[in-house]
């Protein structure tokens, strides 16, 4: 009866796991392409700035133009103050996704804003960057990332040939300011959905000496005692146009948001991407739902650190919120949302997710980034569209069937009670097990000829995912079904 009542889920698991795995398993080597001047824009301050990105390119065997691959321009996060494309956590997922065979890109983009003319006091280094001189200047900051990062896009998709790419098969993803810009490249498409705050505003005091360290302000001369506020333009702004088409499939929303619902107003006859979203309610950066900015990190630090609460901050809309339009609009999004369950419970000192736990561990982040990237992967190839795939050049690192095979004895498969991993390669690894939620049901470490025992007997029913990371920074993984 066990047999009969398991085949077909596992049968179907199966099924989708062979069609999954040609985008999801790690086995591409790639070329990487640093620095390439993809355009220059005119930053807040009314300086010419140079936009580089990363590129990265599976390596195909005997490749030609019927083997184009996906492509992934991934953005990172910073308030739109900070950052970079070398950011070591957007760098990893472009090498990961490159070894999946995406073609993929990390790419820089206009930061910063003009601060405000006031000395905000705090014990907190550099506490005064995060104030704008008034709301519009987020509004403004988020509308020239945008701009940049449609440009980098267009670079791409004219070097479609160049790079081997699916003009078909695009994606964007990001953290944090990077997912509201990767939602923004694919849903701000029309000038009836620019905010007021993009064209001409009045023009603004030069900021506070206190200002002049932050990282925007750097090399930074403001000359006369005003910064004037122009039109910033169009919504595809002026790089790199194209009359290529292109598609974009899917966008990686990780714990970003939206400033305005970009979900009502779709051009016809565009498809509408598919959005995987990640997001933890304790979040104090952008709230999950409907809220500003900095609204969790302002209570903290006005309650711990005898700060100045944070002003000038937007309203945004967080993934929650974002997702309840969908549903509540009919807006005929496919988003797979991924939340976890712990709120801000606004105590300094005391708790999960209270402000001294997120020094450590905190909710504007991953709680288990191996996995979320593990999702991500899933849900995207689940939205590529069949076409010829390109034999790999293999890198021989992260090889799920081959390597970790050779390393490791791993069963019984499926599993019911008890999970035996044996360890025959040299040296210490880390092993973790998580379910589909993220949560934690095993962290140890394995040595040579041991075995490790993993009780799941009171585990429910599913699939959970195993994680084994050695000495050497690889990381292998392997969907674990329990029955």
Not at 67 to 85: N, Q, R
Not at 131 to 153: H, N
Not at 279 to 294: A, K, N, S, T
Request: net charge negative; aromatic share 12%; hydrophobic share 35%.
């Amino acid at each position: 009866m066990p047999m009969k009542k398991y085949f077909i889920p596992l049968l179907i698991l199966a099924q989708l796991t062979v069609h999954a795995q040609q985008w999801v398993q790690k086995q591409y080597a790639y070329n990487s392409f640093p620095n390439v001047v993809y355009g220059t824009s005119i930053g807040f301050n009314h300086d010419p700035v140079v936009l580089t990105m990363d590129i990265y390119e599976p390596v195909c065997d005997e490749p030609d133009a019927s083997t184009a691959k996906p492509l992934l321009m991934w953005i990172h996060g910073g308030a739109f103050l900070y950052g970079s494309k070398e950011d070591p956590s957007i760098t990893r997922l472009c090498k990961s996704f490159a070894e999946r065979g995406y073609v993929t890109a990390s790419i820089n983009y206009r930061l910063g804003f003009v601060a405000d003319d006031v000395a905000w006091s705090c014990n907190y280094p550099n506490y005064s960057c995060v104030f704008a001189v008034d709301t519009a200047e987020w509004y403004r900051a988020y509308y020239r990332g945008i701009q940049d990062a449609k440009g980098a896009l267009r670079y791409l998709i004219n070097r479609h040939s160049t790079y081997g790419i699916d003009t078909n098969n695009v994606f964007v993803a990001g953290e944090s300011a990077g997912a509201f810009l990767a939602l923004g490249v694919a849903l701000l498409d029309t000038s009836s959905e620019r905010m007021a705050q993009t064209y001409l505003q009045p023009s603004v005091p030069n900021p506070h000496s206190s200002t002049h360290s932050c990282e925007y302000n750097l090399n930074t001369t403001f000359s006369g005692n005003e910064v004037e506020r122009p039109d910033l333009g169009g919504v595809e702004g002026d790089i790199e146009p194209t009359d290529i088409q292109f598609v974009i499939k899917g966008i990686g929303n990780n714990y970003g948001g939206m400033m305005t619902d970009l979900l009502k107003d779709i051009p016809a006859g565009k498809p509408r991407p598919a959005i995987y979203s990640f997001h933890q309610p304790c979040d104090l950066i952008v709230p999950i739902d409907r809220g500003r900015v900095f609204e969790g990190l302002s209570w903290c630090f006005t309650h711990g650190y005898g700060c100045s609460n944070i002003v000038n901050t937007p309203l945004v809309n967080g993934s929650r919120k974002i997702s309840e339009w969908n549903s509540s609009n009919n807006y005929g999004y496919d988003i797979h949302d991924e939340f976890t369950n712990v709120n801000f419970p606004y105590n300094f000192l005391i708790g999960t997710g209270s402000c001294l736990d997120q020094v450590n561990n905190p909710c504007h982040a991953y709680d288990a980034a191996l996995l979320r990237e593990e999702n991500l992967a899933n849900f995207f190839a689940g939205l590529i569209g069949t076409h010829p795939f390109c034999t790999p050049v293999s890198s021989g690192t992260n090889d799920l069937n081959g390597q970790l095979a050779d390393y490791f004895t791993i069963f019984p498969s499926p599993v019911k009670s008890n999970l035996h991993i044996k360890q025959f390669g040299k040296g210490a690894w880390q092993i973790a097990l998580f379910n589909t939620l993220g949560q934690s049901i095993y962290q140890g470490t394995s040595t040579q000829y041991q075995q490790l025992d993993i009780d799941m007997q009171s585990s429910a029913s599913g699939v959970y995912y195993l994680f084994v990371n050695d000495q050497k920074g690889r990381i292998f993984s392997r969907p674990i079904v329990k029955i």
